[in-house]
């Protein structure tokens, strides 16, 4: 009797010492095993669920430390001594005879094991007492993972888990060793796994040094690459931890980005003549495109979703596509936006016969099919005037309200003047915005053309306030106010026009600035141009030459901005097309300027570079351009979209970097 209730109090210590390292206790082995059970019962009452626990915190803890059985026997066997020294004291050899690693205890005639090996019928990790008080035959007492969490000689850790590395160039980060158990040995650290054409020499982290630096280089022609998994070993003998490092073969800043569906993406609609006008991409990076695609029966509003890499996404529309026809004859997309909630709203413009041209709103659910909760099963075509109006741009209030913007003829009054209208988040007019919903400005004097081709939401007061620009001629802005009534506090009674004194161009895109200043981008006597207002809707004299940038892409031919986007570290992509020699087919261009409104020489060839997407010498013009982060590599690179020509003219995109 007093063996087995010394056999059952040792256990019990053991187990609840146990608890006690993985944040239980004596009082939920007490709880769980009656106080009459076998030892053998009473090993297995342990709570597995609050060890399991424990363990799974503490591995997350040191990452992708490997500890060899040997070694975990060890520890274990280590904290018993210190935990029972009466049962086991300190410290006997350790020992082995398949499948047991274990030691004994000659002043207790006790026996502690570990099953180290597979084979013999016990369990691996399996911790068993024997001899004295324990008897002459093995006793289970639970897993090493009930007691301890076994701590590797050492951990590694990397300055950086992703990292990009440029062609033609080297990357360094630090490989840091946090030693434990006493250990001081010498670690070799090797990478392996790397994307094709990129290098790391192995290193070694010295006896008693805590660091080294790895060096990757990839060669000139290493390929662009997707993020690649590559693997860090720390390698001491039998001892070897793994961490997980992610690579990722880069361009240099302008470089089209050949991991996005090989370079060029051409993406044929229909059967006839597709031209993309915009681009927007989702939390997610898929890539949507919108624009016209023309049928037999007439031109209807197009969309196409890439994957984040290029590849078209299966999941939307009809293997990535989707047509949707509104009126009988000719519908086209101009502009997009995305909601919070991901549905996708699209701006253009419809033939509606009896108004001729109106502007059209369709919003789209994640999936390509139209919202029947949005307007008339998805859909709102608005007529201004009784004559042509088309809508070039849309935006989404703070509020959900929908606000889309473009051009209305007036007729002999004052021609074509700066439209808008403004919708409820279900697509119906909102009462609240100039008269039943829409509001239109005359920006010159006299019968010309004044048309909105972009718009952003500026916090002005600490109210949302609506930026129009546009023009034709020149550049054109004019700023809003919630109500639709014209800002008084900007430019001339809120309207601001012939910047450049210019009958030549006009605005395309705006950035809104972090200090609420708005950088205005287009084209002025055909060449790219920008401009960058004050809160106030003065130039800004910090900026280019007195407010204003002009820079011909191609010197003896013209070209356009069609689009601007602004870099988290402030420099500004302009995004167009160029003429190319002396014909009128055009290609894709960027431009890139600092902050302050000069070319960014770091970028391209002198801050320009020009990318035909058509083959030989056919046409191809781009007019959106948007940044795609992208937190796999880590980094935000540009993507733009438009047209090119083969038999037909189709969706191209490609991917730049930055």
């Excluded at 992610?246 to 302008?254: E, F, N, Q, S, Y």
């Excluded at 086209?332 to 509606?352: F, M, T, Y």
Aim: hydrophobic residues 45%; proline residues 5%; glycine residues 14%.
């Amino acid at each position: 009797m007093m063996k087995t209730s010394l056999t059952q109090l040792t256990l019990a210590v053991l187990l609840a010492l146990g608890l006690s390292a993985c944040g239980g206790g004596a009082e939920s082995f007490a709880a769980d095993a009656p106080a009459g059970a076998a030892p053998q019962a009473r090993a297995l009452a342990v709570p597995r669920a609050a060890a399991a626990n424990a363990t799974a915190a503490a591995t997350a803890a040191t990452a992708a430390a490997v500890v060899d059985a040997t070694e975990a026997a060890r520890q274990l066997m280590d904290f018993a001594e210190a935990s029972l020294p009466g049962y086991f004291p300190p410290h006997p050899a350790t020992q082995s005879a398949a499948p047991f690693t274990f030691r004994y205890y000659p002043d207790t005639g006790i026996y502690l094991g570990v099953v180290t090996a597979a084979g013999g019928g016990f369990p691996e990790n399996g911790i068993y007492v024997m001899g004295g008080e324990f008897g002459a035959a093995p006793v289970p007492v639970g897993q090493v993972s009930d007691y301890i969490t076994p701590v590797a000689n050492y951990s590694l850790a990397l300055s950086v888990d992703r990292t990009p590395v440029q062609q033609g160039s080297q990357v360094t980060l630090k490989a840091t060793l946090t030693r434990n158990n006493g250990f001081t040995g010498a670690v070799q650290v090797v990478v392996d796994g790397l994307p094709a054409g990129v290098s790391a020499p192995a290193a070694t982290i010295p006896a008693n040094a805590t660091s080294v630096d790895l060096q990757l280089s990839a060669q000139g022609s290493a390929p662009h690459s997707l993020p690649t998994v590559a693997r860090v070993r720390a390698i001491n003998g039998s001892d070897v931890l793994n961490r997980a490092l992610t690579v990722t073969v880069r361009g240099a800043p302008g470089v089209i980005d050949t991991s996005f569906g090989g370079g060029i993406t051409t993406t044929p609609v229909g059967a006839g003549e597709d031209y993309a006008n915009a681009v927007a991409v989702q939390a997610d990076g898929k890539v949507i495109v919108a624009g016209s695609t023309a049928l037999a029966n007439g031109t209807f509003v197009s969309l196409v979703r890439h994957l984040r890499d290029g590849g078209l996404d299966p999941g939307f529309g009809i293997a990535g596509k989707v047509v949707t026809q509104i009126g009988t004859r000719s519908d086209a997309a101009a502009a997009i936006a995305l909601q919070p909630d991901g549905k996708i709203v699209v701006a253009g413009s419809s033939d509606q016969i009896a108004t001729g041209l109106d502007f059209l709103v369709l919003r789209y659910n994640t999936n390509g099919s139209l919202d029947a909760g949005f307007g008339n099963g998805g859909t709102v075509t608005t007529a201004i005037s009784n004559d042509t109006d088309r809508a070039w741009a849309v935006a989404i209030q703070a509020d959900g309200k929908i606000v889309v913007a473009g051009e209305s003829n007036s007729g002999n009054t004052s021609g074509i003047d700066f439209a808008l209208a403004r919708y409820n988040a279900n697509g119906t007019p909102d009462a609240g915005f100039g008269i039943g919903g829409r509001v239109v400005t005359p920006v010159k004097s006299g019968t010309g053309r004044d048309s909105i081709y972009a718009l952003v939401l500026p916090l002005v007061a600490g109210e949302q306030r609506i930026l129009a620009v546009g023009g034709d001629g020149d550049f054109q802005a004019a700023r809003y106010l919630p109500n639709g009534v014209l800002d008084g506090s900007f430019g001339i009674g809120g309207k601001v026009s012939g910047l450049f004194n210019s009958n030549i161009g006009g605005a395309r895109g705006v950035a809104l600035l972090p200090g609420g200043q708005a950088v205005l981008a287009g084209a002025i006597n055909n060449d790219f141009a920008a401009a960058q207002l004050t809160t106030s809707g003065t130039l800004d004299a910090g900026f280019g030459n007195g407010g204003k940038f002009v820079q011909g892409v191609v010197p003896t031919n013209w070209d356009s901005a069609t689009a601007i986007v602004r870099q988290a570290d402030g420099k500004l992509l302009l995004g167009g097309w160029a003429y190319s020699g002396n014909s009128s087919a055009g290609d894709f261009a960027v431009l890139r300027l600092l902050a302050n409104g000069t070319l960014d020489t770091g970028f391209g060839s002198g801050g320009i570079v020009i990318h035909p997407t058509a083959a030989g010498t056919k046409d191809d013009q781009a007019h959106g351009l948007v940044l795609q982060a992208d937190e796999r590599v880590p980094t935000v690179r540009a993507i733009q979209a438009g047209e090119a020509s083969g038999s037909n003219h189709d969706f191209s995109v490609i991917r730049l970097w930055l």
